[in-house]
């Protein structure tokens, strides 16, 4: 209870702004917030509390909001998520940190990782990068950073896969592979001449190569460089044929027009 007093005090509320309730309030003084804590006693849980009043993306983003270690910080093996650079101590496998240029896949890692119930995204020593966090005890205004939930995620998101996912059937997994407890070379029992540790325990796509594609600017083809398709040619052909038609059908006009004033315009020999 004293957690619940804690984290739902005046100011520190973790929900985005439009969702925080002022009702809940000291359990003494609120028979709401005495119901909200039965919940969560009852096993509805803070994390699926967050769901419940989550705000789709990126609404549900906190922005000038910084979420501290505060003793909640999440150290977890984020070299399977593909990260290699902003670690802490730059020990990717057992870090509550990492570099990353875009925000969406700081929190789809934290939606992946069962103890990480938060987020935060910011600029440290000029690189941007990701913290994980299992609260948010910490939280307090930072200038430029941004902080989300556990469910603050992008419309459609999909739970990410340690490694590579292609490496992963026959009963084969990231945490039977490639745990850290196998040595720098991960579980031999797991690779053959196909999959090895090189392969199979970091993501296809490497974060540098995620990076460069965000970056690429999107440009417009000339239509000179268009593929002339059967479907191209077929516009073309009717564009000639209706400019064709419609010089036939003036120049049958002209032939036929009376000698009056609209007939200044149809150039005649001998005029």
């Given at each position: 209870?004293?957690s619940?007093r804690?984290n739902f005090?005046?100011?520190?509320?973790?929900?985005?702004?439009?969702?925080c309730l002022?009702k809940?309030?000291?359990?003494?003084?609120?028979?709401s917030?005495?119901?909200?804590g039965?919940?969560?006693?009852a096993?509805?849980?803070?994390a699926?509390l967050?769901?419940?009043?989550?705000?789709d993306w990126p609404?549900?983003?906190?922005?000038?909001v910084?979420i501290?270690?505060?003793?909640?910080?999440?150290?977890?093996?984020?070299?399977g998520f593909?990260?290699?650079?902003?670690?802490?101590?730059?020990?990717?496998?057992?870090?509550?940190?990492?570099?990353?240029s875009?925000?969406?896949?700081?929190a789809?890692?934290?939606n992946a990782?069962?103890?990480?119930?938060?987020w935060?995204?910011?600029?440290?020593e000029?690189?941007?990068k990701?913290?994980?966090?299992?609260?948010?005890?910490?939280?307090?205004?930072?200038?430029?950073?941004?902080?989300?939930?556990?469910?603050?995620?992008?419309?459609?998101?999909?739970?990410l896969?340690?490694?590579n996912?292609?490496?992963?059937v026959?009963?084969?997994s990231?945490?039977?592979?490639c745990?850290?407890?196998?040595?720098?070379?991960?579980?031999?029992?797991?690779?053959?001449?196909?999959?090895?540790?090189?392969?199979?325990?970091?993501?296809?796509?490497s974060?540098d190569?995620?990076?460069?594609?965000?970056?690429?600017?999107?440009?417009?083809?000339?239509?000179?460089?268009?593929p002339?398709?059967?479907?191209?040619?077929?516009?073309?052909?009717?564009?000639?044929?209706?400019?064709?038609?419609?010089?036939?059908?003036f120049?049958?006009?002209?032939?036929?027009?009376?000698?009056?004033?609209w007939?200044?315009?149809c150039?005649?020999?001998?005029r």
């Amino acid at each position: 209870s004293s957690s619940i007093r804690r984290n739902f005090a005046p100011g520190a509320c973790p929900f985005a702004p439009l969702t925080c309730l002022p009702k809940f309030q000291p359990m003494a003084r609120s028979r709401s917030a005495a119901g909200v804590g039965a919940a969560i006693a009852a096993g509805f849980g803070a994390a699926r509390l967050h769901a419940a009043l989550a705000v789709d993306w990126p609404g549900c983003q906190q922005h000038n909001v910084v979420i501290r270690n505060a003793g909640q910080a999440l150290f977890a093996d984020l070299q399977g998520f593909g990260a290699e650079r902003g670690c802490f101590l730059d020990d990717c496998l057992n870090s509550d940190k990492f570099e990353v240029s875009d925000i969406e896949y700081c929190a789809e890692v934290c939606n992946a990782l069962e103890k990480c119930f938060w987020w935060v995204w910011g600029v440290e020593e000029g690189k941007e990068k990701c913290w994980l966090r299992t609260g948010d005890a910490g939280r307090e205004a930072g200038t430029g950073w941004v902080s989300g939930s556990k469910d603050c995620v992008p419309l459609g998101t999909k739970k990410l896969l340690m490694g590579n996912d292609e490496c992963w059937v026959d009963g084969h997994s990231y945490p039977k592979c490639c745990d850290a407890t196998y040595g720098p070379n991960g579980n031999d029992d797991c690779w053959n001449r196909t999959y090895h540790y090189d392969i199979c325990c970091f993501p296809k796509e490497s974060l540098d190569a995620r990076k460069a594609k965000l970056s690429e600017p999107t440009v417009a083809k000339p239509m000179a460089s268009l593929p002339a398709s059967s479907g191209n040619i077929l516009v073309y052909c009717i564009v000639a044929g209706l400019a064709l038609g419609t010089m036939l059908g003036f120049s049958r006009w002209c032939r036929d027009a009376a000698d009056d004033i609209w007939d200044d315009m149809c150039p005649r020999p001998g005029r």
